[in-house]
């Protein structure tokens, strides 16, 4: 798949050998969900919530692993990520944690068993529990999930979480873009050509976009020298992003 052409302006632009920022909720876009973000935030912040599950549903894209690992670095050693499509994920044995479970309609057998058996314990550990998924929970039985495990999740908190429109999509690449170091505002659109051709020619969902952003600036890092636009390419390629 041929990402860029030697016409396209925005390969004669060049990058800062700045590092990428953590996930942060600094960088995050409320505006289109509203309701869903602020109920999370009440969960995560332990503000007037008995409940002790949180079920997170959405389209690819619309930003859930980007809100789970936000808000495990937000609580730092108080809470653990797990993402159900790596192999070798465990679930650690601790008490008056948070659990961020993110694409939990990927989890084994193992993770399934392990992640049941610390529902069944909330009582006596006090962990709290956001899981996401691409999947209405409704439709967890599809995939093999117990209904006592459904069950239980169906007594928690349920929101879905909605795609971005492109503007807002755009907005978040140049905050991204700033963080990096490419550019000194947050607001300067040098880079909007490059934000458009992405938006077009790869999967429109933000973390992907985000992703081939890293990696370009950590080939900028790794060869320690400023390096073209076109180099994204091989990047998109080295890593099958698209």
Do not use: C
Request: net charge positive.
């Amino acid at each position: 798949m041929q990402v860029f052409k030697s016409k396209d302006k925005f390969l004669q632009f060049t990058l800062k050998l700045e590092s990428s920022e953590k996930f942060s909720l600094k960088q995050g876009i409320t505006t289109t969900n509203e309701n869903t973000l602020e109920a999370l935030k009440r969960f995560s912040m332990l503000e007037r919530q008995s409940s002790k599950t949180f079920y997170l549903w959405g389209e690819k894209g619309s930003g859930k692993t980007f809100w789970l690992r936000s808000w495990h670095e937000e609580k730092e050693g108080d809470s653990v990520y797990i993402d159900s499509r790596v192999d070798g994920q465990f679930v650690p044995k601790k008490n008056n944690w948070f659990l961020y479970v993110d694409n939990i309609e990927n989890a084994d057998k193992r993770i399934k068993s392990r992640l049941f058996e610390e529902l069944i314990n909330q009582h006596i550990t006090n962990n709290r529990f956001v899981f996401a998924s691409r999947i209405n929970l409704k439709n967890l039985k599809n995939l093999n999930f117990r209904e006592d495990f459904i069950s239980r999740l169906k007594q928690g908190l349920v929101y879905r979480l909605d795609e971005l429109p492109d503007e807002e999509k755009k907005n978040a690449l140049r905050v991204h873009i700033h963080n990096l170091g490419w550019i000194k505002s947050s607001s300067s659109s040098a880079y909007d050509s490059l934000i458009d051709y992405m938006l077009t020619h790869l999967p429109r969902e933000l973390g992907t976009l985000r992703l081939a952003l890293d990696k370009l600036n950590e080939v900028a890092v790794k060869q320690k020298r400023i390096i073209s636009l076109r180099s994204i390419k091989h990047v998109l390629e080295e890593y099958d992003i698209y």
